[in-house]
Nanobody
Framework: QVQLLESGGGLVQSGGSLRLSCVAS????????MGWFRRPPGKEREFVAA????????YYADSVKGRFTISRDSAKNTVHLQMNVLIPEDTAVYYC???????????????????WGQGTQVTVSS
């Protein structure tokens, strides 16, 4: 079991930026694909971004491409989500997730991730 702790959420005006961080408590951080998901108010959870265990490939939802960047620092067991040009539609609880790479599974599928953080609130005002 991997414990994940998110930080960096908050209130920001439309057009602003935030950087989310997630620290993983595991000695095998590089064995996990790391993802960010979000749950907007009154909606289902949705995929935001993911980064492979090796860090050599990233994946993004169409709605955030060009605005968000996911990265990982294996020396610090940390994954970041840099969010720029935020819009009110980005308002949600953001969750960090860790999952073992699985053949045939999509990094955008929440079912691939067996470990989840508690979430951090991001609110974008218009």
């Amino acid at each position: 079991q991997v414990q994940l702790l998110e930080s960096g959420g908050g209130l920001v005006q439309s057009g602003g930026s935030l950087r989310l961080s997630c620290v993983a408590s595991t000695a095998t951080f590089t064995a996990y694909t790391m993802g960010w998901f979000r749950r907007p108010p009154g909606k289902e959870r949705e995929f935001v971004a993911a980064i492979r265990w090796s860090g050599d490939r990233t994946y993004y939802a169409d709605s955030v491409k060009g605005r968000f960047t996911i990265s990982r620092d294996s020396a610090k067991n940390t994954v970041h989500l840099q969010m720029n040009v935020l819009i009110p539609e980005d308002t949600a609880v953001y969750y960090c997730a860790a999952g073992r790479p699985t053949f045939g599974a999509s990094e955008a599928d929440g079912a691939m991730y067996g470990n989840w953080g508690q979430g951090t609130q991001v609110t974008v005002s218009s």
